[in-house]
Structure formats: C-alpha cells, structure tokens
C-alpha cells in the first residue's frame, strides 16, 4: 500500500518533477553567484548609502536591495531610464544592472512550465507530489532499514533499488525542505493560505511642505541599517508634497522629504516574516548555502525518478497476473502466497482458475497481504515456499507477525500446502512453521499440512484431489511448470578441482556465444552480447535433461565480466551436477537468470565479512572480483583437502595482492587435524568482533550443516558484544545463500 502511494505519484508526475528539479537546481546558483559578486558593508545607514549614490546619479528614483545583498539602482538620466548595480562603499555602478534573460525564463518554467495560470497549477501538484514522496520515500527507507536509529545501514536490493534508496538518503531532507516550502509558496499564490502580501502603510494626509534636503540628513534614513533594507522610492523632485518610501524587513513606511520624520509605519505581521522565511528556505534567497544545498539535493532528483522507474520496472515484471481476482471482502475461498522466485504464483493460479470453474469467487495474494478480515470467505488457502534455511520467503516475510494480530475468524476453514525440496536440512519449514502458528491461534483447520518436493505437479495433482473431497467438487490441478524465457550460454573454459575424486568440484565459465564489442572501454562499458543481465549473487536456473524441474546455482561473475561462472560439485546420484560436469568446451545449455538482490553485500563501506564452505565460495569470489573500490572484505573458508579443491586459489592471491581481499582465512577438513570453518571463526574472534562492532556484514554461502555450525560458532563470538546472529539478520547485516 505504502509502495503504491510512493510509486503513482511518482510515476504520473515523473516529467514535471524532474523539470521541476532541474530548474530549481539552476536557480540555486543564482543566490550564490549574488552573494558572490556582492560586498556586504557593516553598519551603513539607509541615509548614507543613498547620499552617495544620489551624488553619482541626480536622477535617482529608486534603490533596491536583493535577499543576497546586491544593491540596484534605478534612475533616470537625460529623460533615459537605467538601472546599475551599485558599489555601497562610493555608491558609483559596478555595472549595468540587466537580469539574465535565460535565469528569467528557468525562473518561469520553474514556476509555471511557461504555461501561465495552468501551469502554476501543474508547479504546485509536482511541489506537492515531491512532497507526497519525499514522505512516503521515509517511510519506506524507515520500513526497509528497520527505524530511525538504523537509517544509516548499508542498504540491500537490486543495483536500481540500492542505488535509489542510497540517492534518497542523501537527499531527502533537502527535498522535504524544498517540497514543503514549494507547496505553501504555490498554495500562496492561489491564496489557499496566507501568503507574502502585506497592506501598504497609509498615505500620509499631510507633510511638512518644507524643501527638499539631501537624503543622507534624513532622521528615519539615517535611523536604518543598509541590512534591513528592501527598498527606498525617492520623492519626485520639485513636488513638496512628495514623500520617499522605505520598506524594509521589519515593515513599511513614508519618510517626509524635508523633516526626515517617519510620517507614518506600517510593521510587518507575524505571517508576513513567516512567509519571508518559507521563501528563503525555498529560493536560498538570504540563504545562498543553504540555496546550493538544495540545488544539489534537487539535481538527485532525475537519477530518483530514473532508479525508481527502473525498480517499479523489474517489479512489475516479476508480479504474477491472476486473472478474475475477487476483491478480498467479496471473495468466498482466499489464496495466500509465499513466494520468492515466483513458481509458487505458478501453483496459486491453477487452484485460483480451477476454484472459479467451480463457480467459487476467488482472491488470490501475497501472505504478506494477508487482510485483518475476510468477511464472505470460508476457505483460506495457504501455499508457501521455504527459504535461506528454512526461512520465509520475501512475500511472506511478515506473515507469522500479521496473523498474530489478525483476529480468528471461526467461519474459515484453512489448509497449508508446502513447496520445498529434500535437499534442504528444512524441508518445508516455513509452511510448516505457518500450519503451526495457524493451529496455535485457533483457526480451524480443514486439511492437513501437505508438501511437495521440487515442484512436482504429480503431488500437486494429488493434493488438489483432497482439496476436492472437501469441497465436494471434483478438481482438477493441471500445473504445467512454465519457466522464465531460457538464452543459451557456451560453455567457454571449466577448471577442474580433483577430476579424480568421487566429488569433484569444477568453475564452469560460459558466454552468449557471440561476437563481443572490441576490448578495452567499449567492453567494459556494454555487456557483453547476448548475456542479460545478472550480478554475483544471483542464480542461474538450469534445467537438466530428463528432469522438468530448473536446479539453481549461485552466479560467481557479475554479466560486466563478460562471463557466466558457477562452481558445481559434482553430486553422487545428482542430475543437474552431473550433466554440468559432462559438458565439454563448446557445448551449449539453456539457463534463466533468477534474481537474488538479497545476498549482495550491502554498499557502503563496512566490512563485509564472507563466509562459506565447498563450492559455496562461488558468489563470495564474484563480490571479491567486483571489489574495485577495495573496501575492507574477509573472507573465511573451509575446504577439503588442499590438494585437490582448493577452489579459486590463484585468484584469491592476486585478490589478497592487489586488496580487492583483505584477509584469507582458510580450513581444511580432510587433512591432518582437520578443521572446518566454523573453527576459523572461533580462532579469529577478536578481529571478528571488531569488524562486527564496527557496523560490518556477514554474508554466508553453503550447505545448510555448515550455515547451522557457522551461526553457533559466530554466536559465540558475538556474545561478548550483547549481539547475535539473530539480531544481525533483522537488522539486515547477516545474509544466507543456503544449498
Ligand atoms: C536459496 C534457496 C534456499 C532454499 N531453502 C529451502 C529450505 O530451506 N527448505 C526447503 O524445503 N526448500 C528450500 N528451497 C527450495 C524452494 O523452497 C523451492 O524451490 C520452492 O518451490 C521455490 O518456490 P518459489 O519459486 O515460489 O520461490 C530453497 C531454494 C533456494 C533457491
């Protein structure tokens, strides 16, 4: 909801808003370029200053002062109108005073998109629109992040989420700032509120007649500092009973030409200082850093709109479409879905479709949608996959908390099916967590827990047949497996680690098979053809023949390397494994890239602590190989037998050697006195506690065994600092990529 309050307006108002941002960051230069070419002189009278420059011009009619101090005199000479920009010390021109024409025509796009009363009205809905999602953005960034006192963490995501948020960081308190007073000064001008104007002084009824005498003699001239000054309108010569007017910041009032008393005084009122204020805050006027700051602050915001459309992008593309969906309040049976990489969306819609044949309304969504009621429904559905290590997964990472606050709703009848794969240590955790967590509170329950391993549409099939017992309808759930669209990759270079072993291990380099851009920039600059984009850390989905089911393996090269690299040990009895270890250089696979953004390490520069055992140190060297702003990165890492896996091992050196690696840590099992990862931990647990203490990550990679023993040696660690992996991973600082 929070999202879509922050993505509409954000979308429909993208070309104004970044109009709006670039004009008023060009405007932000013109406070400091003033300022710039200004001296500001201390403790100059009104008088003095406009005896000077009455002495240099006989035809002065007018002075101004600007906000940022520049003094303009306004005269006429000869029957000629001219107007200088004043020196205050002799009062003579610095030069002839002509506003920039191009600044004037900013100042109107600024203002009204050069579209005059419409377009002030467009000026005010974007100003309003930055501020709808400078607030909105906070509250994301809070929800993202974990509160206020977490708002400086290193943040997670796609490349174009992090870079959006990272932007926004930076810039929101200027945009707040900008938004706000941008808001009241155009609700000002359409007289929503109460704005900048204020009622003249009243004429007086009566002057004292007397001559003219020099300006720089007058009592309420000389009674004003030059600071306070907003304008001085000199008396038309030759009528006695002309006056000079003064305004200045405090108020405005008439000065008799020849007594020099203060006819009559007008102050300003409190909403009138108040709105002068708004208009600094806004124009930088008075203010020229503050100006500059805002200027910056407004330049983010193409790069905002131009992230967040990329983000709203990729996450639209990655929704599920479920066609005939009821509204919840309406709808008689409920789907809940967890999901992280979508196939579980899959399932959830051959039972949407195959309940609304049987004439049922049917609202299908994420569990984290999960709403406080359901006023027509009678069957809640919940079909979730498991994650990490037996995890949730990201559309269902807030379940277990919403259904403790959700009440019971005895007219629902609920069934848990669970997606997983015997692989995991955890098979179907997370649905069973939920099944658990459901019966805990009371729901009543209609079927029991039911999994299926691998995404098999035969137990699918299975388990909708009960579904139809209890219904008393036949249904039929015909799940045909559908994949993201497959490209085909080369197999280009394979490095074996002990070929001769009944496990071995192998880096496996594929490309597109295509020609590639010429070297040097353009290749670093383009992907290389053919290859989508993807980053170390992501999955490659690859489906090995004789199987409907994609394996997935962690990517160790980002696409900008040119190279599609994983690192596959081969399974006794492993399908996919075993296929992968049978290609020779030349052969082709079709492979789908499946986004990961949660097991990156964050930007930033904490340490990121890398840990991981067997081939699990595949994306772990793709995040060293892609460490070129050096930040401080450890890696700790347990093998078998150095002899024959140690994987990656020159180019760990020469990541140690040019500081792409910090430190190497390493252990090895199958050796004398063997020791494993968890062990290096242990050993190392003051360096650890300092990384940790100071704000560093801990990014894990491997069998589910080894993620277990690595979180209790790391506990163990932490203990000490009042701090456990438990509270690294809420705060997002301890990611698993669990196999
Ligand atoms: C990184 C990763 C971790 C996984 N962890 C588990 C797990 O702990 N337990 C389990 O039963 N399945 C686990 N799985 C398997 C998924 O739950 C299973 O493939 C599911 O069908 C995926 O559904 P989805 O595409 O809707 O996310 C994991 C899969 C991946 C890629």
Known sequence: MLRQFHSLPGLFSAVFVVLMGLTGA??????????????????????????RVARHYPGIEQIQRTPSGTLIAYYSEGGVAGAARIDPASGTAIAPYAPSAVSRWVKLLHRSFLLDTPGRVAAGIAALAILVLSVSGVLLLLKRVGGWRQLARPLHGSRSQRWHAEAARIAVA???????????????????????????????AATSGGPARPAATLAALKATDLADLHELVFPIPGDPSAVYTLRTAQGDGYVDQSTGELLSYRPHGSVNEAYAL????????????????????????????????????????ARPRIRGNSPPQSAQTIILVGSENNSTWGFARVLHDALRATGQRVHTAAMNQLAARYNAADKLF???????????????????????????NPAIQFAVLGFGDRQFARFCQFASDADAAMERLGWRRALELATIDRQSSQAF?????????????????????????????????????????????????FDAGRTEPAGGLL????????????????????????SPVPRFYSLASDARNGVLEICVRKQIGGLCSSYLHGLQPGDCIDAFI?????????????????????????????????????????????????????????????????????QLHTAFSRVKNGERVQNRLIDDADTLRQLIGNGGQVLVCGSSAMAGSVRTALNTVLAPLKLDVHTLRITGRYREDVF
């Open 26 to 51: 060009w405007l932000s230069l013109d406070p400091a370029l003033d300022r710039l070419s200004t001296t500001v002189p201390q403790g100059l009278s009104v008088a003095e200053l406009a005896g």
């Open 174 to 204: 200027g945009l707040l700032l900008s938004a706000l007073t941008g808001t009241y000064m155009s609700a000002a001008t359409f007289e929503l509120v109460p704005g900048g104007e204020h009622p003249e002084p009243d004429f007086p």
């Open 278 to 317: 708004v208009y600094s805050l806004h124009t930088g006027e008075g203010l020229w850093w503050l100006g500059l700051l805002l200027g910056l602050c407004a330049l983010s915001i193409p790069w905002l709109a131009a992230t967040g459309a990329t983000a709203w992008w990729q996450r639209r593309r």
């Open 382 to 408: 919940l079909l979730t996959a498991t994650y990490g290590d037996g995890d949730a997964p990201a559309s269902a990472n807030q379940f277990l908390a919403l259904i403790e606050r959700v009440p019971v």
């Open 461 to 509: 099939a299975a388990w909708g047949g009960r579904v139809g017992e209890w219904i008393g309808t036949e249904l039929r759930l015909d799940h045909a497996p559908v994949h993201p669209p497959t490209f085909k990759l080369v197999l280009r270079e394979r490095i074996d680690y002990g070929p001769q072993e009944p496990e071995p291990s192998a880096v496996l380099r």
């Open 523 to 546: 290749r670093r600059l383009f992907r290389p053809r053919g290859l989508p984009h993807f980053e170390a850390g992501d999955l490659v989905g690859i489906i090995p023949p004789g």
């Open 594 to 662: 499946q986004p990961n953004p949660q097991f990156r390490p964050a930007s930033g520069k904490a340490p990121v602590i890398l840990v991981g055992a067997g081939t699990g140190i595949g994306p772990l060297a793709g995040f060293i190989r892609n460490n070129v702003g050096r930040h401080p990165m450890y890696l700790y890492w347990g093998g078998r037998d150095p002899a024959t896996d140690f994987l990656y091992e020159p180019e760990l050196r020469n990541y140690l050697a040019d500081r792409r690696l910090t």
